[in-house]
């Protein structure tokens, strides 16, 4: 009897141990908002730059186009973060913009962050 009580003991200790690491875990994960601020970081500092088009503004988002190796691309940026950044003619932006991408993941590119702006419209 003394033996089944301390494997109890043991698997109560292990079962206790790898919830509080599970929580400790969980509790670190950044937000969503923190996971795009970190995405943006990292293409401003690592990736590569290019010359694309903002098509449109639809209030939160800027839409836009660009070519890497001859391949078109087409997408959007969540902006309503970076409020502060954009001009106070939304419209403005629309037209030639630079565009930073991810050489090994060209779809993954940005045309605005933190540090840095490729809007070219009038400001």
Not at 34 to 56: C, F, M, P, Q, S
Not at 73 to 81: L, R
Request: charged share 25%.
């Amino acid at each position: 009897m003394h033996g089944l009580s301390a494997e109890v003991l043991g698997v109560l200790a292990i079962l206790a141990a790898a919830g509080f690491l599970a929580r400790r875990y969980l509790s670190k994960r950044p937000d969503a908002d923190e996971v795009e601020r970190r995405r943006r970081e990292v293409i401003h500092n690592k990736g590569k730059l290019g010359d694309g088009e903002i098509v449109d503004f639809d209030g939160a988002a800027i839409v836009y186009e660009y070519q890497v190796a001859g391949v078109g691309y087409t997408t959007s940026q969540d902006v309503s973060k970076l409020a502060l950044l954009l001009p106070a003619d939304r419209m403005s932006m629309v037209g030639p913009a630079s565009v930073k991408y991810d050489p090994r993941n060209p779809a993954n590119s940005i045309v605005l962050c933190e540090q840095w702006s490729g809007l070219r419209g009038k400001k």
